[in-house]
């Protein structure tokens, strides 16, 4: 603190603490911003955007399982709303799940393990059924 006369003379007494503080605040607030840049992008505040999940393997199973299902010409590919059979990609999409099942073994959860097992039955069904009917 640091005593300083007015212009009547009288002393006024600053306490110049909390500039440092208010310093501080402003470091810890953009250290946390920067740490977090992705947290800004998944609030969905700008018009027109949405909030994104939070990034797990189901959500990705499911992306995956969607694009299978897409490939193998069951589901309207989004960009052109029509369905295009497409078995190389199919067979792709497939395996990247099943490689997922592989390397992710031991660390999934019993739903994760349970919803990857029934994703990759349902794809590998749907992929002989299209590939039998041509």
């Known amino acids: 603190m640091t005593e300083q ?6 002393k006024i007494i600053v306490d ?3 500039k440092s503080q208010v310093d501080a605040e402003r470091e810890a607030a953009r250290e946390q911003s920067e740490a977090k840049p992705e947290a800004k992008a998944d609030r969905g505040d700008a018009e027109g955007e949405f909030p994104l999940p939070e990034p797990s393997l189901t959500f990705l199973f499911g992306g995956l399982y969607l694009q299978g299902m897409v490939a193998l010409g069951l ?6 709303n029509a369905s295009e059979k497409n078995l190389r990609m199919a067979r ?4 990247t ?3 997922l099942r592989q ?6 959860t019993p739903q994760e393990t349970q919803e990857l097992d029934a994703i990759l039955h ?4 749907a992929f002989v059924t299209v590939e039998s009917n041509g």
Do not use: F, S, V
């Not at 792709?92 to 395996?95: C, G, K, M, S």
């Not at 390397?103 to 999934?108: D, I, L, P």
């Not at 349902?122 to 069904?125: K, N, R």
């Open 122 to 125: 349902e794809l590998h069904l």
């Open 16 to 18: 110049e603490d909390w």
């Open 75 to 80: 589901m309207p590919n989004p960009a052109t």
């Open 103 to 108: 390397k992710t073994e031991g660390n999934r």
């Open 5 to 10: 006369p007015n212009q009547e003379g009288k």
């Open 97 to 99: 799940l099943d490689m």
């Open 92 to 95: 792709h999409t497939i395996d």
